[in-house]
């Protein structure tokens, strides 16, 4: 009996120590745990929070794309200066001859601003040669001016699409620049007393056309 007494003494120290380092640990883990941050109070990125309105971060920042399909504005009158007098145009015509605007006053006159190389004026043509075959009898005076391009370039292009309205050759742009024509084509609407009431950047259709030979053409029935 008294031989096994130092051995149970010697267990039951072991088992406190193991008691009280268990007892430590769990001690250290809690104090850890009440240390650390709290995930409830972690800021969240906007870019993954998936509230409306928010946008993922890019290193370009920010962009403004406009809708697919969204209209582009046109300029406004103040653009083609309409309900003033047309500027002066005398230009030579292709083929021989002057172009002189002031010597049409008191006819209608539809003056178009192009170049050859230029994809929608090849397309406008053919439809601007029909209204003026259709309405030269009533005084329409429709005026081709090509800028900065040569006689030769212009006078095939013409041949080519069949043009039967006269063509001028606004050979160093003073032309254009005397009209404000900066983007080409530009069409500006005449009235007989010299007053552009209608202007259009080009790339139109025959709906745009008409409306403007109505606005230079009061009385005349402009059809399609």
């Not at 993922?56 to 794309?65: F, H, I, L, W």
């Not at 003056?111 to 003026?132: A, I, L, Q, S, W």
């Not at 069949?162 to 009209?179: C, E, I, K, V, Y």
């Not at 007393?193 to 029935?221: F, T």
């Amino acid at each position: 009996m008294t031989a096994t007494l130092p051995a149970m003494e010697s267990r039951v120290a072991i088992a406190a120590g193991l008691g009280s380092g268990v007892l430590v640990a769990v001690v250290l883990i809690v104090g850890l745990v009440a240390l650390g941050p709290d995930p409830a109070a972690a800021p969240v990125s906007p870019a993954l929070s998936g509230s409306p309105g928010a946008a993922s971060p890019t290193a370009a920042g920010p962009t403004s794309v406009p809708p697919s399909g969204s209209a582009v504005p046109s300029p406004g009158d103040a653009a083609f200066h309409i309900g003033e007098p047309a500027p002066s145009l005398v230009v030579p015509q292709a083929g021989g001859g002057t172009i002189d605007l002031a010597a049409l006053r008191g006819k209608p006159v539809w003056v178009n601003f192009m170049g050859t190389y230029c994809p929608p004026c090849r397309d406008e043509f053919p439809v601007m040669n029909g209204f003026y075959v259709r309405y030269a009898d009533r005084g329409l005076v429709v005026l081709a001016i090509d800028v900065r391009e040569d006689e030769g370039t212009v006078v095939a292009f013409a041949q080519e699409l069949n043009a039967t309205f006269p063509m001028g050759l606004d050979s160093d742009g003073s032309a254009q620049r005397a009209w404000e024509a900066v983007v080409l084509p530009v069409h500006f609407w005449i009235d007989a007393e010299g007053i552009i009431r209608d202007g259009a950047l080009g790339g139109i259709g025959p709906d745009i056309m008409a409306e403007g030979l109505r606005k230079i053409m009061p009385g005349v029935d402009i059809t399609l």
